[in-house]
């Protein structure tokens, strides 16, 4: 495979599941906060503000008033804004564009028919009263995308490298998710016991992540702050943890490098030193220090992903 | 006496920003032909690049550099040794019979062969002229003919440093009748063409020991293709036939085919070069 | 005006001085097109429109698209697609495969020879000029034994059918002829759209072009070379014709690489894979002979590989078609074909070339100035359609000038019969119907050593305005399926 294509493809893996992440936390948090029980929870500044966070856009300023429609219109449809979801769409269809005799047509043709969708929607639709329908087409049409990914293409090289975007891609999403909320259940705090631990936050977080079920189900117990993080940082069998996208790099890392021994100096020896950290880690380390955690995790991510531009993609 | 010579080319280039991608081609290694001989090359450049010999389109030698990494300065510099055999630029068998020599070069298969060096080109394209330029003496030989047009290029242009650049076409220079080897010799083969006269652009050094014009940088001068003689050198930068002194790299159809570098270099900022070349000589022991 | 029962032929109406594919002089419906005429009969206008939607919005969603740029943003448009088929039987096939094959042959003979010998040039049979005033004749390339001895693997013959129900090559595209990615799309939507119909009729497949193409381009490889490695190269995705490039190299199995992927050393030619450098054997380009090679053509083209000619030229890769092929598809050369074609193969030419007067043939200018109003009067050395005289939209005062004009310089002209393209049924949006439109066809032609392929089927392009012979589509031009029937 071309290093250029490679590299391409790994980027379409990543921004399919970059627009899902952004267009669910939009859905979630302003939903969530309509009937939040806490009153700054329920505030609509507070959310957007959240969502500019979430984005990577914090406003330090808080006597400045956000105007609803504009910073939904930014995060959605704006063409200018490099990070918006439509461009976001754009790009991976770019990406998929010059990799097009390598994916199947299958696949090709859903990530056309998606960018169709998104560049044909009204944008006064949209930030007036469309955002439901919106992203939530957006987080469909990814799930669509993700089944085509596995199950039109040869699980090979090309196969991995995508799986590779993907799931560092899935890991910074969810870091930074838990990096905005985190954030916001620090102001937003509960109104009993540790206010902190117990902000209507955590629920909201994992309601982002579509991870809420599956806690019920694990823990059977009010989410807290702990049992959050434990659940999204560590738990490998919950899809969406970073823990689990480590394994799943770690997998996809094997195909493309069959080293049993790999070099010192290889993706695949940072990727597993990684991933060993975190199965080792234990959540009173996190807990201690939440924000060194996430800004590790963030940094972390970024090394494997650099690593792999030296090693596959530049020649 | 064959002179043994010895040839310093080289090349600086700086540039602004770093450079993380380039190619360059040299044509700057003297052709071996039969009076050039027992060519020795030693190129290196100031960053350990791979040098790769290879022949260009034409059928010349040429050395490719791609370095593959970053740099924001690069050095090149060619030595070469060879043995030149002394040439009497008149030693050959003049035509005999001089309408035999006009009738040749109005045969197809004369113009078929030497189309190329007969075509019109970029560099050798002369605008409409009132009064042809120069004309040939049907009277006289074509090798006297092309004498007289070496000599009348000569007079033409006034050599100036400064006033051509690489780009300088043929309208420019009659306009200012000023330059230097390279406009000199786009007259003479133009001019040549012309009357029905193959004429190649010819690249390569010149030993200036004797006080010829050229610059430190690489000569140009031109070679006419006589019928019944063969191909003839032609300085008329000097007003000489190409002799000994004239060491030759590559022809073509004008400059464009013989340009001693050729690069693409993918960097932001501006960029600057400088060539210099040495040519020394010895009568061999 | 023909009254027709058939619903969606009703308002078709026949213009008797063209000649129409379908109908004949009389109106009725030719046999080879009664099966189809029934079953379109069918389907109401209603049913039409919007089967004619899907269709669109099937290429749409496929990304078969083009982008036009306008000042606000870029477009991406659909290449029009006509849903009513044309149909070529096999008996007017037959001719137009083997003509094809004869035309690509010579040319080929005539490629290997203006490159060595140029024989056909000292024997006067054609006139120097068509190298030496040719922009594309490449001095690189004398003397060049390019891999398998083949010049042009692939060329698009464009043909016509005149209105004396012959066909006529108008054109021999050899430099990097697109289109046929779009025979197989028509197939397939009309496919989806009308599968029915295909079981009324035995078409041959068009599906088979790309396994032959890489069969054809195998037999070409560098000298011992066991399985050779195979790529197609293109400008890129903004390319107009990005889709074919990847299309071509999907279904070829092969990488799709670009200029900068691809790196010279040692006079071989490298490709950079995320496993390190992977020689490449045969490459497909797409570029034009000026871009491929920075070092040895144009110095500003980033499209290209710097060092490809000199490993081109050391027998190290075969390009196809080989750089300085473009000088067979000129103008002047079209004019020389019957000549080329039995210098060459000793052979009668099978497809019809429009006749060339020459000027400069005294009995021949005679001809010309007598005819004026029958010809369409051509400059030998403009380009792009500037010059042009069209004989029969002159008036007399105007014919005279250009009589003036030949005889000043009778060297400088050549004169053609106008040419009248054959008229197909295409549907138009605008009027909801049927309307008669003119059509052409593009097949396409690859030569292998000692092999040859013809697709069978081709591209018709029709010209979708009223009355317009241009059916290039950077003019609005669309096109139809095509089927060659089997016998």
């Known amino acids: 495979m071309l290093a250029r294509v490679a590299n391409n493809l790994f980027w379409m893996g990543r921004y399919i599941e970059r627009s899902e992440h952004i267009a669910r936390y939009l859905r979630v948090n302003y939903f969530s906060s309509l009937d939040a029980p806490n009153q700054l929870s329920q505030s609509r500044q507070f959310v957007l503000r959240s969502m500019l966070t979430m984005i990577g856009e914090t406003v330090e300023d808080e006597s400045l008033i956000l105007n609803e429609e504009d910073v939904l219109y930014k995060i959605g449809l704006d063409p200018n804004y490099t990070s918006s979801i439509i461009n976001n769409v754009r790009s991976s269809r770019e990406n998929a564009n010059s990799a097009r005799d390598l994916i199947s047509t299958e696949l090709y043709e859903s990530i056309n028919k998606f960018y169709h969708f998104i560049s044909n929607y009204d944008a006064k639709v949209y930030s007036k009263n469309g955002l439901h329908d919106f992203t939530l087409n957006v987080t469909e049409m990814s799930a669509i995308l993700r089944g085509k990914v596995r199950s039109t293409l040869m699980h090979d090289e090309i196969y991995a490298i995508i799986m590779m975007g993907a799931n560092i891609e899935r890991a910074t999403q969810i870091i930074r998710i ?22 209507f936050e955590w629920t909201t977080l994992l309601k982002c992540t579509e991870s809420y079920d599956m806690m019920r189900r694990f823990y059977k117990k009010t989410p807290n702050s702990i049992s959050t993080l434990e659940f999204l940082i560590l738990n490998p069998d919950c899809p969406r943890s970073i823990m689990n996208s480590l394994n799943q790099v770690c997998k996809h890392i094997k195909i493309l490098d069959s080293n049993k021994k790999p070099s010192r100096n290889s993706t695949a020896f940072l990727v597993g030193k990684i991933r060993a950290e975190y199965e080792f880690k234990c959540i009173v380390q996190i807990e201690n220090d939440i924000q060194s955690v996430i800004d590790n995790t963030l940094s972390s991510l970024y090394q494997i992903s650099q690593k792999m531009e030296e090693e596959f993609f530049s020649y | 006496m064959p002179l043994e010579y010895s040839i310093t080319y080289k090349a600086e280039n700086t540039y602004e920003e770093w450079v993380y991608e380039a190619y360059w081609q040299f044509l700057v290694i003297p052709e071996e032909n039969e009076s050039q001989q027992f060519i020795g090359v030693n190129f290196t450049n100031t960053i350990n690049a791979n040098n790769e010999f290879s022949i260009n389109g034409h059928g010349f030698k040429t050395i490719r550099v791609h370095p593959k990494q970053k740099f924001n300065e690069i050095g090149f510099e060619a030595n070469f040794k060879l043995i030149k055999k002394e040439i009497n630029p008149f030693d050959f ?116 020991g004797n006080g010829y014009f050229g610059d430190s ?69 | 005006m023909v009254n027709l029962e058939n619903q969606i032929f009703s308002s078709y109406q026949r213009n008797p001085v063209l ?82 094959i004869q035309r690509s042959r010579a040319l080929n003979l005539f490629l290997w020879d203006i490159y060595h010998d140029k024989k056909i040039i000292k024997q006067g049979i054609v006139p120097m000029e068509l190298i030496s005033s040719s922009a594309n004749y490449l001095d690189q390339m004398n003397n060049v034994d390019p891999p398998g001895g083949i010049y042009n693997h692939i060329s698009g013959t464009d043909v016509i059918k005149h209105t004396d129900g012959q066909y006529y090559v108008l054109e021999d595209n050899i430099r990097c002829p697109s289109g046929v990615s779009y025979v197989i799309c028509n197939r397939t939507a009309l496919k989806r759209a009308l599968f029915g119909v295909f079981n009324h009729y035995k078409t041959y497949s068009v599906t088979n072009y790309a396994e032959n193409l890489l069969d054809l381009l195998e037999t070409v490889k560098p ?9 197609v190269i293109t400008p890129g995705m903004f390319n107009s014709a990005f889709y074919e490039h990847s299309y071509l190299a999907k279904t070829m199995g092969v990488e799709l690489v670009e200029g900068r992927d691809l790196f010279v050393e040692n006079d071989f030619v490298y490709m950079k894979t995320i496993q390190g450098p992977q020689k490449v054997d045969v490459i497909y380009r797409r570029i034009d002979d000026a871009f491929i090679d920075p070092l040895e053509f144009r110095p500003d083209s980033s499209l290209g590989v710097p060092g490809l000619f000199a490993a081109y030229k050391k027998g190290n890769v075969t390009l196809a078609n080989a750089p300085g092929t473009g000088v067979a598809d000129d103008k002047a050369v079209y004019t020389y074909m019957p000549e080329i074609i039995r210098y060459y193969l000793n052979e009668e030419p099978i497809l019809n070339n429009v006749h060339t007067y020459h000027c400069s043939r005294p009995k021949e200018l005679k001809y010309v100035l007598n005819n004026i109003e029958n010809l369409v009067i051509k400059p030998v050395d403009e380009a792009g359609g500037y010059g042009i005289s069209i004989g029969n939209r002159l008036s007399k005062k105007e014919i005279e000038v250009v009589k003036a004009q030949i005889l000043l310089s009778p060297r400088k002209y050549v004169a053609q019969p106008i040419m009248s393209l054959s008229v197909h049924p295409t549907y138009i949006d605008k009027s909801e119907s049927f309307e008669q439109r003119h059509v052409d066809l593009r097949t396409f032609t690859v030569l292998g050593k000692d092999k040859e392929f013809v697709l069978k089927g081709g591209l018709t392009r029709v010209a979708l305005k009223r009355g317009n012979l241009i059916v290039n589509s950077s003019q609005g031009g669309g096109s139809k399926d095509t089927w060659v029937l089997k016998t």
């Open chain 1, 178 to 199: 838990i990096n905005a909320k985190h954030n916001d259940a620090l102001k937003a705090q509960g109104s009993y016991g540790d206010k902190f631990k117990n902000s």
């Open chain 2, 93 to 208: 068998k003049p035509e005999e019979d001089i309408s035999r020599s006009y009738e040749k070069i109005q045969e197809l298969d004369f113009k078929v062969d030497y189309e190329a060096f007969l075509r019109t080109t970029h560099f050798t394209h002369i605008p409409e002229q009132k009064t042809p330029l120069f004309q040939f003496d049907l009277a006289k030989s074509i090798f006297d003919n092309i004498q007289k047009l070496n000599e009348y290029t000569y007079g033409y242009i006034h050599f100036n440093a400064d006033a051509t650049d690489v780009q300088t076409t043929l309208d420019e220079v009659l306009k200012i009748r000023q330059g230097v080897c390279q406009d000199f010799t786009h007259l003479f083969c133009a001019l040549a063409r012309m009357n029905g006269i193959p004429a190649r652009y010819v690249s390569g050094y010149l030993h200036q």
């Open chain 3, 223 to 231: 000298k011992g070379v066991d399985v050779p490695n195979v790529v």
């Open chain 3, 19 to 100: 000649f129409d594919e379908i109908f004949d002089e009389r109106g009725q419906v030719k046999e080879v097109y009664s099966k189809l005429f029934n079953l379109y009969g069918e389907h109401s206008i209603n049913d039409y429109v919007n089967l004619n939607e899907k269709a669109k919005s099937s290429f749409f969603n496929q990304g078969i698209t083009f982008q036009v740029y306008d000042k606000k943003k870029t477009q991406e448009k659909i290449f029009p697609f006509d849903l009513f088929p044309r149909i070529i039987p096999p008996e007017e096939w037959k001719i137009i495969e083997s003509g094809a």
């Open chain 2, 217 to 285: 940088q690489m000569h140009a001068w031109a070679e006419a293709f006589i019928p019944h003689v063969g191909w003839l050198g032609f300085d008329p930068t000097n007003n000489i036939l190409a002799g000994t002194n004239h060491i030759k790299v590559a022809h073509g159809k004008d400059y464009s085919d013989c340009s001693p570098l050729k690069g693409v270099v993918y960097t932001a900022g501006k960029n600057e070069t400088v060539h210099s070349v040495q040519v020394s000589s010895q009568n061999q022991q």
